[in-house]
């Protein structure tokens, strides 16, 4: 079975600065979905942003971005110029091809906090 | 992206009785759809995933019993919580599957049990 590990519960930065969460994820496939969503306050669920795995180059979405590093099963979310509407839980999300029926693996979740 | 909504977004009931969370896709048609449960401060947790016209496919640990999905027309599911407990309440969230890769959430019907 996929797991998704999200080892920081909490992050904060500074408005206008860039923050990194992290996100690793355990998996015998080589082909699967990656992906960001972010729950604010309202509890809303909201698709940041997605990676397909077989695609070597990083998605970007604005001020979002990832790096994927697949050898090391690894997906960070970069945001860069953190605005006051970022804050939220940030969860990754893992999503087979093949098997799981379309299931999405979610990640403890990231809280992060910005500072004004 | 796609509409999907949720009713109700909140209930109280008291311990013992049923309840029922309808949750609507508005612009698409959902082949497959979705339920979790997210506890405070907590993950979302998947519970059953249902394709129309077809029965739920649990996840182990959900008595599907207790947790009636049906998915009558590719626009509709419900989740009945049948005889609620305290220990059921929690935030409820459904997400539906058109034809693409992505998800679709609801805003959530967050349930507490007397």
């Known amino acids: 079975a996929q797991t998704v590990t999200q080892s920081q519960p909490e992050m904060s930065v500074q408005e206008a600065e860039t923050v990194t969460l992290s996100c690793t994820y355990d998996?015998?496939?080589?082909?699967?979905?990656l992906f960001w969503y972010k729950q604010p306050p309202s509890r809303q669920m909201i698709l940041v942003i997605r990676q397909e795995a077989y695609k070597q180059q990083n998605a970007t979405e604005n001020r979002f971005s990832v790096n994927f590093q697949k050898a090391a099963k690894s997906f960070s979310l970069k945001i860069s110029d953190s605005q006051l509407g970022d804050a939220a839980m940030y969860f990754c999300?893992?999503?087979?091809?093949?098997?799981?029926?379309?299931?999405?693996?979610f990640g403890t979740g990231t809280r992060l906090a910005v500072r004004p | 992206g796609a509409v999907v909504s949720q009713h109700p977004s909140w209930v109280i009931c008291k311990s013992g009785t049923s309840v029922k969370i309808e949750c609507r896709s508005l612009d698409f048609q959902a082949t497959t759809m979705f339920w979790y449960r997210q506890f405070p401060k907590q993950s979302l947790m998947l519970m059953a995933t249902s394709n129309e016209g077809s029965k739920a496919t649990y996840e182990q640990g959900v008595e599907k019993d207790k947790f009636l999905i049906n998915h009558a027309s590719l626009t509709l599911s419900t989740l009945t919580v049948t005889s609620a407990h305290p220990e059921d309440s929690s935030f409820y969230i459904c997400s539906e599957k058109g034809g693409g890769n992505e998800q679709f959430f609801g805003p959530g019907t967050r349930l507490t049990v007397l």
């Open positions: 999300a893992y999503r087979s091809v093949k098997s799981s029926g379309d299931k999405l693996t």
């Open positions: 998996t015998s496939e080589s082909d699967y979905y």
